[in-house]
Structures are given as structure tokens and as C-alpha cells.
């Protein structure tokens, strides 16, 4: 199934990473926009333990044919061993949005 637009959303451990990697994926061009929300409270099982971390989410906004390569982009660039990166479809919106968002993804 093709996706035409799309959310790829990860989380990080600081503010300041947050914008270094929501402003790098819009300059390469691999997102339109991201969004920052946080801090967050994140509770999770990691190497046998339960942790509780504080957290921001950074959710960039790209067309489905650029999905690949921005979850790369991030994986690369995430400082953590595991990052969370998950995409998820756009079914509908403002269409003159999600012809923006296409127009800044090329």
C-alpha cells in the first residue's frame, strides 16, 4: 500500500538535540516541518530494568516516498543504541498542507 503522506516521529533526551535533529531533517530537505513536544515523561523497560526518563518527541511531517530515507537520517544521527523511530500514514488533511508538504520534501 502507498502512502502519500506521513508522521516519523522519534524522541530524544534533551531539548537542545531536539532541534539540532528537527532542523537538520528539514535543511536536507527529508521533512517539510517537525514539531518539538516536551519534555515528556517516558517510562520503559530497558536491559532488564524499568526506567523513567524525561524525554522530547520530535514529529516530522514528509511525503511517504521520503519516509526511508528520513528514518536513516535519523538513525544515524540519534545518539541513543535503540532509537524509537515510528511512522505512521496521514489519511487525509488540508489538501493545499500536504501539497506544501510534498513541495518542501523535493
Known amino acids: 500500500m502507498s502512502v502519500d503522506h506521513v508522521v516519523v516521529m522519534t524522541t ?3 531539548e537542545a538535540a531536539a ?3 528537527a532542523a537538520s531533517a528539514v535543511e536536507a530537505r527529508l521533512a517539510a516541518c517537525a514539531q518539538i513536544v516536551g519534555p515528556l515523561t517516558s517510562v520503559f523497560r530497558w536491559e532488564g530494568e524499568v526506567r ?3 524525554e522530547w518527541r520530535v514529529e516530522c511531517k514528509t ?3 521520503r519516509a526511508g ?4 537520517f535519523l538513525n544515524v544521527r ?3 543504541d ?3 523511530v515510528i511512522v505512521t500514514p496521514i489519511v487525509g488533511g488540508s489538501p493545499a498542507y500536504l501539497s506544501w ?3 518542501e520534501t523535493r
Open 52 to 54: 523513567t526518563d524525561t
Open 101 to 103: 508538504l510534498v513541495e
Open 63 to 65: 511525503a511517504g516516498d
Open 12 to 14: 530524544v533526551d534533551s
Open 82 to 84: 535503540l532509537p524509537e
Open 19 to 21: 532541534r539540532t535533529l
Open 78 to 80: 540519534h545518539t541513543y
Open 69 to 72: 530515507a528520513l528514518e536513516e
